[in-house]
């Protein structure tokens, strides 16, 4: 210790036993001591309680929250605080347990006889002892937090018997008051780090300088230093959990330390925000609350207002909070829902049991229905039940207008922070790939509706559906706005706008993720998202005028079929085959293609023409197997790699029983050769004119094909597999999301549908095969052998 805590350690001990408080000791235990410095530059003694603190049992009692302290406060014009002298040492330890806290000096060894500041269970038997003895006051007159007593009082005259009744208490049971540290009859007054004013409740101006102030953090300890400071005002803070999210995001374990300029730019937006100091208003449960939220996508924000005197909403109190790892996986319309819901379970001591409705405001116009919704799945079912026991109604607050709770939720200066990511694969793998179709193309379209002279009764019809004629509305009841964009039944309205129609067009026809589809496939996919009249006409002349398709698509070779069974479900019947003699890529010069008969889905998989029957086997595992399980029935060419017999011991330790196609006939397993003549056409228009990226596209050639509508089943591989679309645009996302068991039952029709699709396109082939007798051959007769598949 330096001289100066020597000093201080030896005085203290002295005042300590001369007022009984300690006593010398003889105890097995010993705690160490410490001092840390007090505001004023003096020492203060601490004694280090973590292991005794550590096999304690813990006292669970009750601490008042702040929001409930200062709601008692909304009515209150003159107040009182009081600071009781050494508030804690009047508690007397219990007898014969005084050792347990026995602490070890230079100058001795000593136990104290009442309760130490550092002892686990202090605050919680002093805070038990505060209520119990001004319990007839309490939340009356009153308002205790530990040693902090607040009175407060409507006039004067009633508040000096307030005053005298709480000092008539403390007398009675020998607690006696700091003069130094108490203020009397006082208009404001600053109370458990608040300033407290007949007005409402703001900072106090010595913590808000202290954030000013605060030197930017070189470690993960002062990141957290700073945050718990910062959180100590977040009901002051817009958004506080968005803002600081760059700076949580350093404090998990083993998270390596990055300040750069996300971190910076939170830091200093935080003081910023914090700076602003506003004044949150007392809560006055004769007027109606409003209620605003909203949700982005990894943070919820709301705010709570009343109306006052001028007429205008002056806030009462900020809400914000990250969602958790299962609520980011919820859609717009749950998180919406979620960002209500927990704005009610944060306030629900001012909105419970309300004389007049909570008006709720969201930018999200769906949520208007809600309430009077007939079917809810589990997780609706449950909010609503809670929410039932509140008087509010959801009215929709356009965006535009809605300018707090956006401030809440998506704050521009932070949009969704992720960690540094890991690069998976460089970014060239996705150019062109749907980055076309961007938010500013959105922005486009947002401007050009409002230029769309057509447009303008549909616009006020779905703004306004109510003071439209009842024709008018019914004309249009599909049509919708959200978030700027005209909706029909979903879908983005595209005005008459050529050029936004011109970039639509070829997005979802050149870019590489689409794939120059023909002209019902590319129709499909834009209408996906999106709607404009004449579209089917617009997007036939667009594809029969392309020249890129005229110069690369393939001949289709017409003869008689012989079809195969229909399969029950997805990956259950699954087709091979190899497209070889390829320019080498990164060592490989063929592709195997996997089929899945059923929902027609593709896995393409570079790999040697050299491949041994062991290196055929582990790409099954690595690309087919791992993800959809084992087939009960494939269809393969009869070549020398597929008749290994490494590859038949494979099928049987996977219980798969093969069944041989004819060899080189399209039909009998025209699976695979139609899709490799799929693949072979959609390369054409990408690859260098050396054909050496081939690899390269592979992926982007799958995602195209298993997005693209089968005209066998009517859907495309994904919807049939994974029961949805994938989104390739930034059109707005789905309004609902089916519970399990919905998404369930949707998956069991789908497939149900598609084996019914399968069966009506067979009957189809079979009309077109009319008068085609299947080819029958004898031995000895002569054929023609098509050379593509012969090596040399």
């Not at 009610?344 to 969201?362: A, K, M, N, S």
Request: with cysteine; hydrophobic share 40%.
């Amino acid at each position: 210790m330096t001289p100066s805590e020597t000093a201080a350690l030896k005085e203290h001990i002295d005042s300590e036993l001369a007022a009984g408080k300690i006593c010398p000791s003889t105890s097995p235990a010993g705690a160490p001591v410490m001092f840390v410095k007090r505001a004023d530059g003096g020492l203060c003694l601490v004694v280090d309680y973590r292991r005794l603190n550590s096999t304690t049992i813990k006292d669970r009692y009750a601490f008042p929250r702040q929001d409930e302290l200062i709601e008692m406060l909304c009515h209150a014009k003159i107040f009182t605080k009081l600071d009781l002298c050494n508030g804690y040492n009047t508690i007397r330890i219990k007898e014969g347990d005084e050792w347990k806290a026995a602490f070890r000096t230079r100058y001795g060894h000593f136990e104290p006889t009442v309760m130490q500041f550092g002892l686990s269970n202090v605050p919680a038997v002093f805070q038990r002892f505060m209520n119990d003895i001004i319990r007839d006051l309490l939340d009356i007159t009153v308002i205790v937090y530990l040693d902090n007593i607040l009175i407060f009082s409507n006039s004067r005259e009633e508040h000096v018997q307030h005053v005298t009744e709480v000092l008539y208490s403390l007398q009675k049971h020998d607690l006696f008051c700091n003069p130094s540290k108490c203020v009397f009859l006082v208009t404001e007054v600053t109370y458990i780090g608040l300033v407290v004013t007949p007005e409402g409740i703001s900072m106090e101006q010595e913590k808000v300088k202290a954030i000013q102030e605060w030197p930017e953090p070189s470690n993960v300890k002062q990141v957290k230093s700073f945050l718990g400071f910062a959180n100590f005002y977040r009901c002051f803070v817009h958004d506080l959990s968005r803002l600081a999210r760059p700076l949580t995001s350093l404090t998990p374990k083993d998270q390596p330390w990055v300040w750069e300029a996300a971190q910076k730019e939170a830091f200093h937006q935080i003081k910023i925000a914090i700076s602003k100091e506003p004044v949150l208003v007392h809560p006055d449960e004769s007027q109606p609350y409003t209620l605003k939220t909203d949700a982005s996508g990894t943070a919820m924000g709301a705010v709570l207002s009343e109306r006052k005197n001028d007429g205008r909403l002056h806030p009462v109190a900020f809400m914000s909070a990250s969602f958790s790892p299962a609520e980011l996986n919820y859609d717009t319309h749950d998180k919406e829902l979620l960002a209500i819901f927990g704005a009610f379970e944060q306030w629900r001591i001012f909105l419970e049991g309300t004389e007049h409705p909570v008006t709720v405001l969201t930018d999200h116009k769906n949520l208007e229905y809600w309430k009077s919704a007939r079917t809810f799945n589990r997780r609706h079912a449950h909010w609503h039940l809670i929410l039932a026991s509140y008087n509010f109604v959801i009215a929709y607050w356009p965006g535009k207008q809605s300018q707090k709770p956006d401030t809440l939720s998506r704050c521009a200066d932070h949009n969704e922070i992720e960690p540094s990511p890991q690069i998976m694969l460089p970014e060239t793998q996705f150019e062109g790939f749907g980055a076309e179709v961007t938010t500013s193309l959105l922005e486009q379209i947002k401007e050009a509706l409002q230029d769309d002279p057509s447009l303008d009764t549909v616009i006020a019809a779905a703004a306004d559906p109510d003071s439209m004629p009842h024709s008018v509305a019914a004309k249009f009841k599909d049509y919708t706005l959200q978030d700027g964009l005209l909706l029909y039944q979903g879908r983005i309205v595209v005005p008459d706008e050529p050029e936004i129609k011109q970039q639509l067009l070829s997005h979802f026809h050149d870019s590489p993720g689409s794939r120059h589809q023909g002209r019902a496939r590319t129709l499909e996919l834009i209408s996906r998202h999106y709607y404009w009249p004449a579209m089917k006409f617009q997007v036939n002349r667009y594809v029969e005028s392309c020249e890129i398709c005229q110069r690369n698509k393939g001949h289709v070779q017409q003869f008689a079929l012989k079809l195969l069974s229909v399969p029950a479900g997805p990956w259950e019947d699954v087709s091979y085959d190899f497209i070889v003699k390829l320019p080498k890529c990164r060592g490989n010069d063929s592709i195997l293609v996997v089929v899945d008969c059923f929902s027609k889905m593709v896995h393409f998989i570079p790999c040697k023409e050299t491949a041994t029957a062991e290196d055929v086997a582990q790409l099954f595992l690595e690309h087919v197997w791992k993800l959809h399980g084992t087939p009960k029935q494939t269809v393969l060419d009869r070549g020398p790699t597929f008749n290994s017999k490494f590859l038949r011991a494979l099928y049987k330790a996977l219980h798969i029983a093969p069944s041989y196609s004819t060899v080189y006939h399209l039909q009998s397993d025209g699976q695979t050769e139609i899709k490799n003549q799929w693949l072979e056409s959609y390369l054409r228009p990408f690859i260098n004119h050396r054909q050496s990226d081939w690899v390269d596209w592979h992926n982007l050639a799958k995602f195209a094909h298993n997005n693209a509508k089968s005209e066998a089943t009517g859907k495309s591989p994904f919807e049939i597999v994974y029961g949805r679309s994938p989104m390739i645009s930034p059109a707005l996302e789905p309004t609902g999301s089916p519970a399990a068991d919905d998404r369930a039952k949707q998956l069991g029709d789908t497939i149900q549908e598609v084996q019914v699709s399968i069966k009506w396109a067979q009957e189809l082939y079979k009309q077109a095969d009319k008068g085609k007798a299947p080819l029958e051959f004898a031995p000895g007769d002569k054929v023609w052998l098509l050379a593509t598949n012969i090596t040399s």
